[in-house]
């Protein structure tokens, strides 16, 4: 553990932004897993509204520097295309 007092209030910080990051990194999963759910089912309605929402909260997520913009657009192209096969 950290002996200086900024050190210490850095250390506390470091720590409430890795649990904000786990949640929003979470979600980001969430959303990319009811899309696969979704392609599983096979009904276009519920597919476009679920990568609609997921496109959202990754945009989102990329533009908060959670995750980097080349792995949002992987995770995009590759939904879409089995998106499109369906």
Same mark, same amino acid.
Do not use: G, T
């Given at each position: 553990m950290a002996n200086i007092k900024s050190s210490k209030k850095r250390?506390? @910080?470091s720590? @409430?932004?890795r @649990?904000?990051?786990m949640?929003?990194?979470s979600m980001l999963r969430t959303y990319i897993k009811k899309v696969n759910?979704?392609?599983l089912t096979k009904n276009?309605?519920?597919i476009q509204i679920a990568f609609k929402q997921m496109q959202s909260v990754i945009d989102k997520?990329?533009?908060r520097g959670l995750i980097h913009k080349n792995k949002a657009s992987r995770h995009k192209s590759r939904l879409y295309f089995k998106?499109?096969?369906i």
């Open positions: 250390a506390i @910080k720590e @409430k932004q @649990k904000y990051n949640s929003y990194r759910n979704a392609l276009k309605e519920l997520q990329v533009s998106m499109n096969n």
